[in-house]
T-cell receptor, first 112, second 115 residues
Framework: SQQGEEDPQALSIQEGENATMNCSYKTSINNLQWYRQNSGRGLVHLILIRSNEREKHSGRLRVTLDTSKKSSSLLITASRAADTASYFC????????????FGKGTSLLVTP | DTGVSQDPRHKITKRGQNVTFRCDPISEHNRLYWYRQTLGQGPEFLTYFQNEAQLEKSRLLSDRFSAERPKGSFSTLEIQRTEQGDSAMYLCASIHRDRGTDTQYFGPGTRLTVL
């Protein structure tokens, strides 16, 4: 079964606004990753946060992790139309050779 | 471009036909994964290879599915006797696990439509 649940399922904002999406997961983790997918294409890795980290930044991205609540959030600041995509959080299966277990994703639409 | 390529990008087939997809990972990556993604869902793990050895298959991989990675480089995924429920995006990803990184590099996917 899919590990994570992203919230909201869909988000529509205007350019320049911030976008926040949340992810909840079920089992203990070593790390959590966020990926982006543009209009039915492959996934691109955005950022990885380890279980002993609480916050991480990469450019306009900020990720937080709360292992006590089994949740993570991805914040995109000063959004651009090019940020329009689906965003997925992923954790590793406990077995299956570090295969990723993805949530259902948040579909983000950024309008000019 | 992540360096992982997949071929074909799109495949339309009739129910009952066999199809084969190819994935070329980043050359030095020793681990390769296949995922399936249906509309509105996240990718779901199908199987993975460590070099040429197929080490795990998920329960999603029915008997009609077979995957190979003959020389530990490219991989193929074959679906026999396709069904409409097989319509999905098939993604592959690769990683050099021995380098201690957990980031997977995904190909653009093969979109399969079964009529």
């Amino acid at each position: 079964s899919q590990q994570g649940e992203e919230d909201p399922q869909a988000l529509s904002i205007q350019e320049g606004e911030n976008a926040t999406m949340n992810c909840s997961y079920k089992t203990s983790i070593n790390n959590l990753q966020w990926y982006r997918q543009n209009s039915g294409r492959g996934l691109v890795h955005l950022i990885l946060i380890r279980s002993n980290e609480r916050e991480k930044h990469s450019g306009r991205l900020r990720v937080t992790l709360d292992t006590s609540k089994k949740s993570s959030s991805l914040l995109i600041t000063a959004s651009r139309a090019a940020d329009t995509a689906s965003y997925f959080c992923a954790t590793h299966f406990s077995n299956s050779g570090y295969a990723l277990n993805f949530g259902k994703g948040t579909s983000l639409l950024v309008t000019p | 471009d992540t360096g992982v390529s997949q071929d074909p990008r799109h495949k339309i087939t009739k129910r009952g036909q066999n199809v084969t997809f190819r994935c070329d990972p980043i050359s030095e990556h020793n681990r390769l994964y296949w995922y399936r993604q249906t509309l509105g869902q996240g990718p779901e793990f199908l199987t993975y290879f460590q070099n040429e050895a197929q080490l795990e298959k998920s329960r999603l991989l029915s008997d009609r599915f077979s995957a190979e990675r003959p020389k530990g480089s490219f991989s193929t995924l074959e679906i026999q006797r396709t069904e409409q429920g097989d319509s999905a995006m098939y993604l592959c990803a690769s990683i050099h696990r021995d380098r201690g990184t957990d980031t997977q590099y995904f190909g653009p996917g093969t979109r399969l439509t079964v009529l």
